[in-house]
C-alpha cells in the first residue's frame, strides 16, 4: 500500500514537474516572439524588397535566395534547396476591362486574369453577358443561352458563416471550374465576382482549371471587384443585352526549375523522426503576397529561431520547409512528399500556416481520434496565449501530400474575418500584416512544435 | 416514483427546449448583424461625416443630434437626451517640437498636447531634457536635476502581455501623472513617451491629471511619437546637453451643457428593471473615434435594433445609453448613475463596449462569484461564434458609477492586438474598423444582452 502511495505520489510529482516546465517553455516562447521576433522583419523584405512572387518568376527566385540565407545565418545544422519543376504563368500587360450600355457609352470594371487562363483575342473580347449564381445554372439556361455569351458568375460569399474559409469554399467552384463548364456551352469567356466578403474594387485572382478541354477550345477567364460585380448585375437587370468587353495578355510558357527552401535542427535523440513546419514561398502577383502566404513562410522561420533561442533542444529533427508553387500547381508540396517517401524518415507531424498573418485562434487537425485526444489535453497550456481552438479539419495544402495513417497533420487557425479582404488581391501588402498578431502565430505555431517534439512518442 | 421520474423528463425536456431556443435566438442575432448588420453605416457617418468628437465641441454637439436622430428612427419606446455639464478643453493651433544638438541644429518630433494640459509660453518652451523611466525616478534624481528642466518620461509599454491593456495600465501614470509630479520638482515641461506598442510616427494624447497644483504652478505636458522618443533617447545619450523646444496653445475653458443620448425598448413584464448596453459617444480630436469609442456606441445602439429585427420581445427594458465626456472627466457617466440611483428602477444588468471594434474574443465580468458562475453557464452558446473568454474582471469606465451589490457589470474583451496602435491618436480612423468585426461585437453583445434579459431573475 505505501508503495503504491508512494508511485501515485512521485507520479503526481512528475506530471506536475513536467506541467510547470511546460508552462515555462512556453511562456519563454511566447516571450521571445514577442519582444525579440524576426517575423516581422523577415517579412518586410520579402514583401517590400522582393513583392508578389509567382512560380518561375524573378521574384520567387529571389524570395529562394534570400529566405535560404537568411535560414544559414540562424546556424541552423542544415539548409538546403529542394529542387522541383513549377508551372510558369505570366499575366501579361495590365487587363481592363468594360461594358457598354449603349455603343460608346462604357463603364469600367476593375479586372483580373485568373491565374492559368488564356490570353483574350489580341484586340479583347466582346459580347453579351449572361449572369449566372452556379455551375448549375448553366445546364439550366443550355448552349441556347450560353453560346456566345460571356458567362458572368456573381454568387456572393455568404456572410453568416463566422469562418470565412466556409464561405470560400463553397463559392470558389465558380472561379475554379467556371470556365471549363461554360465552354461545353459554347460560352466564350468568364468572369467570375472575386472571393472577398467586402464591397471593394479589388478584383482577386487565383487558380482555374480547365479540366481536360483542349488548348484550342478553352476561354478566357477574369475575375472583377465585387463592386464591380454589384454594378453589372444592377446593370444588367435594367438592360439584359449589355456587351461586356475585357482584354488580358497572359500566356502559359513551359515550366521551370525551381526550389523548395529546407532547414532543419537534427534531433538530439531520434534524428530520423520529423517534425516539419512550413508555408508557401510562392504567391500571386497582384500584391506582396505578405498574408498569403509570406507571413506562414517568415512564423515557420521564427518557429527554429525561437526553439534555439529559448535554448530548447530538440529530440526530434524540426524541420522547416518553405514550399514553392502552392498557388498554382502544388508542385513544392508533391515534391517534398514525394522526396519524403523514398526517405528513411518518419515524419511524425507537419503544420502549415496558411491562413493569413491575423492574430492566432487555435489549430485544425487532421488526425485520428485517439491522437486528436491526447492533443486537446494540451488545450490548457494555451489559453494563457487566447489561442483556444483545437478542432478537427483541414490542415493545409502543401502538407497534404504527407498525410498516411501515421502522421498528424494540423493547420494554424488565425482570425479569419478580414482575410479575404486581402486574398488574392493587389491589398494583400505588408502594412496589412501588424506585427504582434504574427509574432504570437509564429509563439503558437513554436508552442505546439516544441510539444510534439518533446511527447512525439506519447502521440504516435 | 413514476411522478418523479415523469416530473425529471419534464424538467430535462423543458431545459433542451429553452437551451434550443437559446442557440436558435443567438444564431438569429449573429446572421441579422452579419448580413443585414446597422452598425457599420452608422460608424461611416460618425467618423467620416462628424469625426473627431471632444466633449464640449460642435462636432460631439453633431454626434448628439446625428444618434438621437437615428435611434428615434429605430422605432424604439423612447428616446432622449439627458443634460450633463461637460468640460471644454480646446487644443489650439498644431503643436510643434524639436530638439536642437547645436545651435540652430533642429531634428522635429511629432508631438500633440495632452488633454488637460496647459499650454507653453507663447514663444514655446526651450530647456534641457531629463529621461526618466518612472515617476519614482523624479525623487532620485530630486530637485537639484530637476529645476528647469523637461522631464521625459519614456518607459515603454511591455510587449510581453497579451492583453495590451495590461501593459497600458502599467505605463499610463507617466501620462496622467508624470506633469502634476514634476512640476513638484521644479520641472518646466513634460513630454510623455506616447502609449503604443508600434514604432511610429503618431503621438498618442489623452488625458492628464494636475491634482491639487495650483493653476499659476501648472507646466504644459505633451506626448510624442514612439519613434521620436527612441530618436530623442538615443540623441541624449550620445549628447545629454541638448534642448528640447515644444508650442502649444491648448486652453481650458468653462464647462458646458452636453447630454447623454439614450433609448430604449420597455420590458414587457419588468419595465423596471433595466439592462444598460452602451459607449462613449465622445472621442479624442486628433483622430475621427472610429475605435475608441465611435465602434461601442454603434455596436450598442445596433444591440436593440437587433432584438427588434429578430422580433426578440423584452421582458426587461433594454436601454442603450452613449454615455458623454468619457475621456476628459466621465461626466456623463457619473450623471448616468446619479439620475439611475434616485430612480424607481433597478439596474440589473450593465454592458460596455469600450475596447475598440476588433473580433470579439469574450467579456469581462465585474460581479460576484456566484453571478460569474451562473453567467458561465452560457459560455458554450458563445463557442460557435468563436467567443471564448468569459473572466472575471474590468468592465468599463462609464457603466462603472452604476457599481452596486446587485449589479451585473460586464465589458466586452475584443482582440486587443492593434488597438494601441490607434488609441488617441490621428490613424484611430474608419478604415482601420473592419465591418464583420464590428458585427461580430454588435452580436455577441446582443446574446449576452437577450441572455440577461431572459435569465434576468436567476442571475439575481
Not at 541552423?76 to 529542394?82: A, C
Not at 482577386?204 to 464591380?228: E, F, Q, W
Request: aromatic letters at 10%; glycine letters at 8%.
Amino acid at each position: 500500500m505505501k508503495n503504491i502511495v508512494f508511485t501515485i505520489s512521485l507520479l503526481c510529482a512528475l506530471t506536475t514537474f513536467s506541467q510547470k516546465t511546460d508552462e515555462q517553455q512556453i511562456k519563454s516562447i511566447f516571450d521571445t516572439s514577442l519582444s525579440n521576433g524576426k517575423s516581422y522583419d523577415w517579412l518586410n523584405y520579402l514583401s517590400n524588397q522582393i513583392g508578389g512572387r509567382l512560380s518561375g518568376s524573378v521574384q520567387a527566385q529571389q524570395a529562394v535566395d534570400y529566405t535560404k540565407k537568411q535560414l544559414e545565418d540562424l546556424g541552423l545544422d542544415k539548409v538546403w534547396l529542394q529542387p522541383v519543376m513549377v508551372p510558369k504563368w505570366n499575366r501579361g500587360i495590365p487587363e481592363f476591362a468594360y461594358f457598354e450600355t449603349d455603343p460608346g457609352v462604357t463603364t469600367n470594371i476593375p479586372i483580373c486574369a485568373l491565374g492559368g487562363s488564356v490570353a483574350t483575342p489580341l484586340g479583347g473580347l466582346k459580347a453579351n453577358v449572361v449572369e449566372v449564381k452556379s455551375l448549375d445554372d448553366l445546364a439550366i439556361l443550355g448552349k441556347q443561352r450560353l453560346q456566345g455569351k460571356i458567362v458572368f458568375f456573381n454568387r456572393p460569399m455568404d456572410p453568416k458563416n463566422i469562418s470565412t474559409f466556409t464561405s470560400y469554399s463553397s463559392c470558389v467552384d465558380q472561379r475554379y471550374a467556371g470556365a471549363a463548364e461554360a465552354a461545353k456551352y459554347g460560352a466564350v469567356g468568364v468572369i467570375v465576382r472575386s472571393m472577398n466578403l467586402r464591397l471593394d474594387d479589388y478584383p482577386h485572382t487565383g487558380s482555374m482549371s480547365y479540366g481536360d478541354i483542349p488548348v484550342k477550345d478553352r476561354i478566357p477567364a477574369a475575375a472583377i471587384s465585387t463592386n464591380g460585380a454589384d454594378l453589372l448585375s444592377i446593370s444588367l437587370r435594367l438592360n439584359p443585352d449589355i456587351n461586356f468587353f475585357f482584354r488580358q495578355t497572359c500566356e502559359q510558357f513551359e515550366d521551370v526549375e525551381s526550389y523548395n527552401v529546407i532547414g532543419e535542427i537534427k534531433g538530439t535523440t531520434y534524428p530520423n523522426e520529423v517534425i516539419v513546419v512550413g508555408g508557401h514561398l510562392d504567391s500571386w502577383d497582384l500584391g506582396d503576397g505578405a498574408h498569403d502566404d509570406g507571413a506562414g513562410c517568415v512564423q515557420s522561420m521564427d518557429v527554429l529561431r525561437l526553439l534555439k533561442e529559448t535554448g530548447y533542444k530538440p529530440k526530434r529533427t524540426i524541420r522547416v520547409v518553405l514550399f514553392m508553387n502552392e498557388e498554382n500547381g502544388l508542385r513544392g508540396g508533391n515534391k517534398y512528399a514525394e522526396v519524403a517517401k523514398s526517405s528513411k524518415e518518419k515524419h511524425i507531424f507537419a503544420l502549415e500556416s496558411d491562413s493569413g498573418g491575423f492574430s492566432p485562434r487555435g489549430f485544425s487537425f487532421d488526425c485520428n481520434e485517439d491522437d486528436f485526444k491526447k492533443i486537446a489535453s494540451w488545450k490548457n497550456l494555451f489559453e494563457p496565449y487566447f489561442v483556444h481552438l483545437f478542432i478537427k479539419g483541414y490542415s493545409g495544402a502543401d502538407i497534404g501530400p504527407l498525410k498516411n495513417q501515421d502522421i498528424v497533420l494540423a493547420g494554424l487557425v488565425p482570425d479569419s474575418q478580414r482575410y479575404f479582404d486581402h486574398h488574392h488581391a493587389a491589398n494583400d501588402t505588408f502594412e496589412h500584416v501588424n506585427k504582434r498578431e504574427l509574432e504570437l502565430g509564429a509563439a503558437s505555431m513554436a508552442s505546439l512544435v516544441y510539444l510534439f517534439d518533446k511527447y512525439g512518442n506519447d502521440i504516435n
